[in-house]
């Protein structure tokens, strides 16, 4: 399923209002620097199993989108590995 949509509030707020309360309160933080020096919850998994979120302009999504498929199928096919933390 892929979702499309627009808004001028926070992400979290957005996916919360689609997907409900229960998965809302589940969503990892997005926007800001994890601990790595990399984008929180943007163009990754959102640690809720089949929900990634990607964000931004169009030109993003095109740039961007090539890399969140490879990472999907890579999950899906379970060759993924374990992503590093600091």
């Known amino acids: 399923l892929v ?4 808004g001028y509030t ?3 707020e957005s996916l919360t209002a689609i997907l409900g309360p229960d998965v809302g309160s589940r969503v990892k933080r997005v926007w800001g620097l994890d601990k790595e020096g990399e984008l ?3 163009w ?6 089949g929900l990634w979120v990607m964000v931004g302009t169009f030109g993003w999504a095109r740039f961007h989108s090539k890399v969140v498929a490879n990472l999907i199928k890579a ?12």
């Open 3 to 6: 979702i499309l949509a627009t």
């Open 10 to 12: 926070e992400v979290k």
């Open 40 to 42: 929180n919850g943007v």
């Open 44 to 49: 990754k998994d959102m640690g809720i199993d």
């Open 75 to 86: 999950n899906l096919e379970g060759v993924a590995g374990k992503r590093y933390t600091a």
